[in-house]
């Protein structure tokens, strides 16, 4: 078990650490970087929230700034719905956010409650194909 009298990881620490550990899931990266607690039960209880805040804020990305509009006067939520047709809708504030552009490919991964969509690199793509 991890120890957790230790303050957990953060900014450059953090991000070496992960990287060291990508072989491994990520509850088992937060429990080794710190972001673990024991309750009053002695149950361990993994801080996967705070695991990815640190993470984003390492990276210097912030989602609360606070200042993000869609230009109709509505903040992004950064929650979605189904729609009856079974299709999600990201939006435009989100994408450009991101810098992403018409024709960017993603590659979807399904798991357990959640769907990550990695982008994928169109340099890489070339340059597996010249192998």
């Known amino acids: ?3 957790t009298t230790t303050a957990p990881l953060t900014g450059k620490a953090l991000l070496q650490k992960v990287k060291e550990l990508s072989h491994l899931s990520s509850r088992e990266k937060a429990k080794r970087c710190g972001y673990q607690t024991i309750s009053k039960n002695k149950q361990a209880r993994v801080n996967l929230a705070d695991f990815y805040a640190a993470l984003l804020a390492a990276r210097g990305i912030t989602l609360d700034s606070g200042t993000d509009k869609d230009g109709r006067g509505r903040e992004p939520t950064y929650r979605v719905s189904v729609h009856k047709n079974g ?3 990201i939006g435009a504030t989100y994408t450009e956010k991101m810098g992403l552009k018409p ?3 993603f590659e979807i991964k399904l ?3 959640h769907i990550h969509l990695v982008q994928l690199d169109k340099n890489k793509d070339h340059e597996d194909d010249e192998d």
């Open 1 to 3: 078990m991890a120890d």
């Open 87 to 89: 299709q999600i809708v």
């Open 103 to 105: 024709g960017d490919e």
């Open 111 to 113: 798991g357990y409650k």
